[in-house]
Each structure stands twice: as structure tokens, then as C-alpha cells.
């Protein structure tokens, strides 16, 4: 190779790092941190809470399959003793066959008990912790459902979705196998040292002394396992987080051909994975070879200081077998309560994770003594509102509105002048920094979510459409609508003539988000599931903006009749959908710059008229 080719190849190779290094640099999302933290024992208790519903049910079968199976295993050991020195061993004199066949068959039905009650402990054990998994993820999945609309805000959806998955997932071994197991292997300990010392007191101690040394390594590596594990839930957070994002914006990555970018960029994600989980892995494994050399260590010190037990007299050689034997079994629980430990610390890291979601408290949530609202005729106050999504960034400043009763609202003005910042503060899907909002008089704070938001529709410019049929889908405005109902609905907003020519009508199935419907009867449908809800407050937000002019129409006519009565707030760019609004308030960073109607505001030299002479420079 030629010095000016081996130049361009550094150079590349310079690049290349510097590209990979720009993508790890790209990689941050804020909600996924490591969590450093000591093992902490009270999560670890609330934890296993989970575990006492259970308890009174099960556990004393579990306990009494436990305990016969850990008898059983224990007195193996000690009829091979008796078998070497009473039956086989010729120093007694005549070896006894019979007690020979009596001692084997006595293992054999040990054994098949063992067998019996290993079935039967982990059929229960197993009833019990996936019971206690179905408990974790309801929880979960229902606190994250009372959750606000900020808290979404700031997370990705895949992270939110691993925690419910992957982060449940990991603990299934823990409850159905580790904590019964944990259970046996500390009898089994006790049991066995209690046995050796019996047995012989000295060469107990001798052996037991390469212990220290063990948990002494051991305990070295304790911490670094527990992040090394919190590390690759948060990696394997951030790959469903951006799988997530790529499969919803696929269309767009195609669209601009940037699947390579994608795919580099998951490439990186994928490498920063595979290490966390190798390191992880690394620590995991050091426990074994630990537990061997401690082991190797223990077994020559037996059979050093057992050999000149026997030749002084004070050890028989069945003894030393059982010795042997009961030795093997104290070395093969410590082995598995290493392994027990590293599986308790992947699940603190995932319990850690999922008790952060579980403590996140609704930022919007009913006060203490709210009261049911009732049916409410629609008057809506807004009094010197002012809200921030993040603190010194007002999105509304000292906003005042009076809507009566049946009025419809129609909120225009630039991209971020807090259109749909009012209609969410209205549902109370944020609070309020300052000011207050009143609907009919009261207090929107003093009433329960619930019974306010069931009186408030809301049609959004990005409508979702649930998997399954057309009418599950409108019927979910209002669960308890009669088949009739749910129709009269569609053709309210003449829904009613496309879903009739679909394969099987209202019973069409859909694919999740609607990908087999037009943007336009998607919109359609999201119209017929909030008119079926009937509500007092109706708000529309963009939502003709993906609707076709004719389609739009027909919407038109079959608004007139169906807003009359009910107070509406329309947020919209085309003139069309707001010019016949009984009051268009214009607003422009947060502020109310002009109120009135269409023919008012047009006579005006303002703000309204400049965005209406834009949208028809932009039409023409």
C-alpha cells in the first residue's frame, strides 16, 4: 500500500469513528437514566407485597411440598452412609444384603417422593407467580391510564410500552421459580450445616472456612451487577422507544429516502445493547467460577483433613461419602443463591423502573371532596387564565373569554398561539397556572374528571381508529348505544352511505389507526363517535383540515343541527369552517387580540383580516 493510500485509509477510518461517534452523540432520550441507588430493601418488600394475596392460598402447600422434598433430599446422603458401613463395608463382619436392598429401596421411594413433591411445588409456584405478574401489570397498565397528558408529553411511547412489557417480564422468573427456590436453598443450607456438625464438628468449621473468602469476592461485585443490569433495561427501553417512532413515521422515512440513516441509527442503539448486555452477562457469570474454586478449595480440605480422621479413628469411611456428598449439596445452593442474587438484582433494576411509573402522580387529578358536575347547560368563563407547559414559558397570558350557553367559538390565529392550549385546559387535561375556568359557574377544579369530560366531545385533527369493526369504533363514544343509535350517529354526519358500501357494513373490521380508511372517513367516524356521546360541549380541533371540500359540506349542513344547543368551540384555518361561528377569537402568542364575528372582523384592519388575505394569497 502507497503512503497517500495508506493517508486516505486513516482518513476514512477518521471519518467513519466520527460518524458512528455523531450517531451515539444523537442517542439521548431523559427519562431513561440509570438509577443509582443502594439495594433498597423497602422497594424490595413492596415488591414481594404482591406475593401476600396469595399467601394464605397456596404457600402452605408450597411450604409442606418444600419441606418434604428438602427432608427427603437430605436423608439420601445418610442411608449411603449406612449402606458403606453397615452393608458393604467387610470390617463388620458379614455384609448384609438385606439391609443392602432395604437401604437402595428406600432411596428409590425417597427419591420418587422428591420427584412428587418437585411436580407439585412448582405447578403451585408457578399459579402463584404468574398471578402475582397479572396483578403487577394491571396495576401498572391502569395507573398509567389516570396518568396526565404532561407526563406523555415527555416520554416516548416505546419507553412507556417496555415498562409494561419487558420490565414485567423479567420479574416472571423471580416469583414463579426464584423466591420458592431461595425458600429450599436456605433450608438446605441450614439443614446440611446442621448435619456436618453433627456428623463432625471439626472437619465442619475446616471446610466452611473457604466461605468468607467467597462472599467476601462476591460481595465486591454486588453493586456493579445491579447497574450493569439497570443499564440494559435502559438500552433495550431506548430500541422499543425508536422501533416504535421508525414503524410510525415509516411513510415519511421512505418518503425522503432516509432508511439507511434509519438503519444506522438503529445500528448504533443495537451495538450499545449488545454491550450492556455483554458486560452484564460478564459480571452475571463471575459468581459461577467463584463458587467452583471456593468449592475446589473446600473439597481438597475434606478429603485431606477426612483422610486423617479415618486413620485416627474419630471418621468412618460412609461418613466421609456422606461428608462428601452433603458437602457437594451445601456448595450447589450457594452456587444457585449466587445466581439467585444476580436474578434479584435484574429484577430490582426492572422493579425499579416500574415503581418509578407506579409513584409518578397525576399532575391533573380530582382534589380532595370534588364533587360530581351535573348536566351542564354549557356557559363557559374563562377569568385571566395563564398556563405554562414548562415554568417562565407562558403559553396563555391572562387569557378572558365568556361563552353562553349554545354559542359557537371558533379559536384562530398562528401555529402556537394557544388554540388547542384552551380547548385542553376546558377538558382539564392540564391545570390551570393561574386564573380560574368555570363551566355554568362552578369551578372546573372542584368537580371530578369524570363527570366533567363526560359532558365534553372532542373531535382532533389526527383521529384514532381502534382495531376492530366500524361500529366497536363509534360505539366507543358511548359504550351502552344500541345498535340503532350508533347508526342514527353515522348518518348525522353522513357517515352512514360509505360504511354501507364497505365489505361487511358496520361490522367492517379495521386495522389499528384506520390504515385501510381515507383520511376523510377515518374523520368521519371520529365525528359520528363523539355526536353519539352526546355532549354539552362540543370541540372540534382542525378537525375538517383532512376532509375534502365536498365532504366538508355535507359536514357543514349536518352541523347546523346537530351543534344547536350545544356550546362548541371550533379551532380551524379554513374560512369556511368558521365564518358562520357566532364569535371568532383571535389569538396570537398567547394573548386575545380581537374578538367579534366574521362580518365584524373583516371590517376591522387586524389581525383576522391579515390571515384571511393570506389564505387566499396562498389560495390563488
Known sequence: MTTEAKKQAAADMEQTAAEQQTLEERFVYKDDDVIDKAFDWKQF????????????????????????????????????????????????????????????????????????????RIKYTNIIGQRVIYDLRSDLFRHIQKLSFNFFDKRPAGSVLVRVTNDINSLQDLFTNGVVNLMIDCVQLVGIMVILLLINWKLALAVMLTVPIMFLISTKLRQRIRIAWQDVRMKNSRINSHLNESIQGIRVTQAYTQEQENMNYFDVMNMESRKSWNKASAMNQAFGPIIEITGGLGTMVLFWYGAQLIQSGDLTVGYLVAFSTYVSNFWDPINRLGQMYNQLLVAMASSERIFEYLDEQPSVQDKLGAKPLPMIKGDINLNQVIFEYEKGRAALKGIDLDVKVGQSIALVGHTGSGKSTIINLIGRFYDITSGRITIDGQDIRDVTLDSLRTQIGIVLQDTFIFSGTIRENIRFGRLDATDEEVENAAKAVDAHDFIMKLPGGYETEVEERGSALSMGQRQLLSFSRALLADPRILILDEAT?????????????????????????????????????????????????????????????????????????FLN
Open 45 to 120: 418488600t413492596r415488591l414481594f407485597g404482591y406475593m401476600k394475596p396469595y399467601a394464605r392460598q397456596m404457600l402452605p402447600l408450597v411450604s409442606i411440598m418444600m419441606i418434604l422434598g428438602t427432608i427427603t433430599k437430605l436423608t439420601v446422603p445418610f442411608l449411603t452412609s449406612m449402606a458403606i458401613d453397615k452393608a458393604i463395608n467387610p470390617k463388620v463382619g458379614n455384609p448384609s444384603l438385606t439391609l443392602l436392598y432395604t437401604l437402595t429401596a428406600s432411596v428409590v421411594i425417597l427419591y420418587i417422593i422428591q420427584w412428587i413433591a418437585g411436580v407439585y
Open 545 to 617: 383540515a383532512s376532509i375534502d371540500t365536498e365532504t366538508e359540506l355535507k359536514i357543514q349542513e349536518a352541523l347546523k343541527t346537530l351543534l344547536k344547543g350545544r356550546t362548541s368551540f371550533i379551532v380551524a384555518h379554513r374560512l369556511s369552517t368558521i365564518r358562520h361561528a357566532d364569535k371568532i377569537v383571535v389569538l396570537d402568542h398567547g394573548e386575545i387580540k380581537e374578538e367579534g364575528t366574521h362580518q365584524e372582523l373583516t371590517s376591522r384592519d387586524g389581525v383576522y383580516n391579515g390571515l384571511i388575505e393570506a389564505q387566499f394569497r
